[in-house]
Structures are given as C-alpha cells and as structure tokens.
C-alpha cells in the first residue's frame, strides 16, 4: 500500500456513508481494495486476492495497465469533455473499430453501461419498426434467469423473479420464455431440448402476433443466470426464427463481448448469425472507464437517415460515448489485438474446463459448465435429486476460497430467488500461473470442505 492506511476509520466510514450494492453493508467487514496488478488486489487490510471474477465479469485485462491509464490522461488534457450531438476524434475511431471487429458495416450508438446499452437498442428497435411501417411491433421476448441490467426497461429483459420483485410492475410489453438449459429442460431431459427452447420462441411469436412483437434479447451464453452454455445450432435457430418473423435480433454481448468466451463475439460461435443489434459495455474498456455501446446494422440504420428532420433517434446521454472512455477502449483493443487475447482464452480454455469438470465425481457438484473464461459450477444436494444445495454449504466453498485468496462468485436463479451456480471469471490476461492458483485452490476447497 502506498501509505499507512486508518483501516478502521476506513471501515467506520464506509458503514456510515457508503451504500453498497446488492448488500446491507451495516455488518460484514467490507473488502476494501487498497492495490491492484493484474489479477490480484491487496485489500485495506493488506490480504491478497487473485480476482476470480474480474470485478463483476469486467476487469478483463486485469489492474495497473499503464497504457490504458496514458490514453486516458492524454484524452482529458486535450479535449476533456464534448457530446456526441457533435462529433470527437476517439468516437469515430472507436464505432470503426467497432464495426471491424463485427466483421460487417454496423453504426454504433455510445452510452455508459450495459443497462443504458440495452435500453438504447430497446429504444431503436421499437422506432425501426415504426419508422418502417410497422408501429404495432413493440414487444421484446427474452429468457429466464436472463440479466440484462437495472434500470426499468432493461430490468424488464431481466427475468430473474429475485431482482425484479420489490420493483414491479417493470414496463409492459416485456415477455420471458424458458432458457436452453438442459441441465434442467422445461422441455425434458433430450439431446435436443435447447433446439426445442428455440422453437418455443417461434410459438410464442405466433401467438402473440408477429406484428406485435419488436424483438428479442439474449446473450450467446447466459452469463449471470447461471453459466448456460446451449449448442451452437441454438442461436442460429434463434436467428432464423427472428428473421422469418421481421423480429430484430438483439444480442448483449455485454458480459461475452471482446474475448470472454474465447471469440472476439460470443454470437460468433454460431454460424449464420448476423444480429440486427448488438450491445457491449464492461470489456469494451476492460473496466477502466464507463462505456456502453449499441451497434447497429445497416438494415437498422438506414431507417433513421434522411432529411425531413423527423426520423433522427431522439434519444441523448451527456456522458454517453465520453471522449477519454473512448479513448480507453481504443488503447483495450488493441492491447487484446496485440497480445492475442481472444486465441489465448480459446487455447487455454478447454484444459481449464476439464480440470473443473473433475469436480463432478463429488455428489453435490451437479454440473459443471463453462465456455471461454467463463466457468459455473452448478451446486446441488445430490444427483440424483438436483435440489439445490443448502445455503450453508454453498457459503462456505465462496468462504474457503476467500480464506485462500481466491474470490469466486455466485449466481444462477435457478428457483426463484435462489442462487446455486459457483461463478468463475478471471481476467483474460490471467497468467497460466494464476489459472493454476484458481484451479487448484477450487478442487482443494472443494475436497477439503466435503
Ligand atoms: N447485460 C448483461 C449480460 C450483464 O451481465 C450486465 C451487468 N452485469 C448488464 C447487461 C448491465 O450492465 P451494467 O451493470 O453496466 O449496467
């Protein structure tokens, strides 16, 4: 630490003043962090922690990148500040960047979250529909146990029973159908109930009338509801069934975007999708700076061009697209180029995998899956049963860790309300070592704490 720290006057304050989020911090002693490089922080109290899951799934080129911090500093002394009504040098440079790395023409529209992200593409959607003939389409289709943010309409993508509770009714025109999660199928235990989880959205879109119906939101891999990993064929099926019905595909690559599933996209591990919309935030910037973005095709955009002074998108963020964020995500990217990021995670990924995939020789570890540097755990009483497994138990594999300087998460919803999946996430930039520190300290935990 750089100086002597009042760790306790720190703490004193912190439950004084600080509010934290998800928790009612008057109680535990919170883990301040003091120092950070690369995969590991120092906390106030001088323990060390390799940051198993990157912040919250963000801190993806892991502390202390000077270069980064340099682009930052570079940006603010120059123009420090101007909006996107108008234009700047590192907005332009980054939605080309941006529209390289997808492969295919896409304009993109900045913010600063994932939230913001989604509500944008809401916002497009429904005024693409309108703006090409058809005002009715305005409801959006995502999955449970999806997360796709917190404020009002991208809560209302969330289909997690637990976050939404103490805030309905969220806005209408929201609808949830069943993920491709065939650990526990609303379709059966059969090879092809993901498939069948597909086809679902093709019902409910008849149902409900496609001319009613915007569009429809999901993450190549369900990160937050618990690490669902579908068959490669599920999106595609998804995409078609989009397409047949003139419903935009929106896919949030949030969490999955620039690497962490071991594609520079996570779509991109599924042939023939080519999504309508597409929104990032956390690795765009590696969580250096607040960042969203919502890409669009030329299909969408083209629908907002023209000079009658009614179809501009009338929708603006003060600090949306913020000249040093985007500055920050430029130097990320072409660290991650440079540093062959996006093969690294893909190269080193499946030996990872199949390590942790060891665990489920131990009764209460009912699945483990993963894509990329994405890991879930799925923890259950038994097998056989695959009730999930009790609150003591899950809490101290999470404590057992932290006592050995691994933090690991924990998510899933997989009844409402209640969290069973062990998350893991570390930074892409990870060194082999610090893969082995949290492979190895996960199996001895779980042998020791059995
Ligand atoms: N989408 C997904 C898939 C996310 O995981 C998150 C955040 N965890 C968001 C959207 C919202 O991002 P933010 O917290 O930056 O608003």
């Known amino acids: 630490m750089p100086t002597e720290v009042d760790v306790k006057g720190l703490v004193e304050k912190d439950k004084e003043y600080l509010w934290h989020a998800m928790h009612q911090n008057k109680s535990a002693h919170p883990v301040i962090a003091a120092q950070g490089e690369g995969a590991w922080f120092t906390d106030a109290d001088g323990n060390k922690y390799l940051d198993g899951v990157s912040g919250l799934w963000c801190l993806n080129l892991g502390h202390g990148r000077k270069e980064i911090a340099q682009a930052a500093y570079d940006q603010m002394v120059n123009v420090s500040y101007f909006p996107l009504t108008l234009s700047h040098v590192p907005a332009i440079e980054l939605s080309a960047k941006i529209s390289e790395l997808l492969k295919a023409p896409y304009t993109t529209f900045f913010s600063n979250s994932g939230s913001e992200a989604n509500e944008t593409a809401f916002k497009i959607a429904r005024q693409y529909h309108a703006q090409n003939g058809n005002p009715g389409k305005y409801k959006f289709i995502s999955r449970y146990r999806a997360y796709h943010g917190s404020t009002l309409g991208a809560l209302s993508a969330t289909a997690q029973a637990n976050r939404r509770a103490k805030y309905d009714p969220t ?132 629908k907002f061009q023209g000079n009658d002074g009614k179809k501009h998108f009338s929708h603006v963020s003060t600090y949306g697209g913020h000249p040093a964020s985007c500055a920050v995500a430029l130097k990320n990217i072409e660290i991650i180029e440079r540093e062959g990021i996006v093969d690294r995670v893909a190269r080193l990924s499946d030996s990872i995998l199949s390590e942790l995939r060891e665990l489920t020789a131990i009764d209460k570890v009912g699945e483990v899956r993963g894509v990329g540097f994405l890991y879930g755990i799925e923890l259950v009483e038994d097998k056989e049963s695959k009730t999930p497994a009790p609150e003591e138990y899950i809490n101290s594999i999470i404590a057992a860790c932290k006592d050995k300087g691994l933090i690991i998460g924990r998510n899933g919803d997989t009844i409402p309300g209640y969290s069973n999946v062990l998350i893991i996430a570390p930074p892409l930039s990870s060194t082999e070592e610090d893969l082995h520190f949290v492979v190895d300290t996960i199996k001895e935990v779980f042998y020791s704490v059995q």
């Open 171 to 302: 806005v209408p025109g929201f609808l949830h159908v069943p993920p491709p999660y065939s650990y526990r199928s609303s379709f059966g235990d059969q090879p092809n109930s993901d498939l069948m989880a597909a086809d679902y959205i093709d019902e409910v879109i008849n149902w409900e009338g496609s001319e009613t119906v915007a569009g429809v939101i999901m993450e190549p891999f369900i990160s937050g509801g618990g690490v669902i990993v579908p068959s490669k064929e599920y999106l595609t099926r998804v995409a078609e069934i989009c397409k047949k019905h003139d419903v935009l595909l929106i896919i949030d690559e949030v969490v999955s975007g620039f690497g962490r599933t071991g594609e520079m996209f996570g779509y991109m591990h599924s042939d023939n999708v080519q999504p309508d919309i597409i929104t990032m935030a956390k690795g765009l910037t590696s969580g250096y700076a607040p960042l969203g973005a919502t890409a669009v095709s030329e299909k969408i955009y083209s």
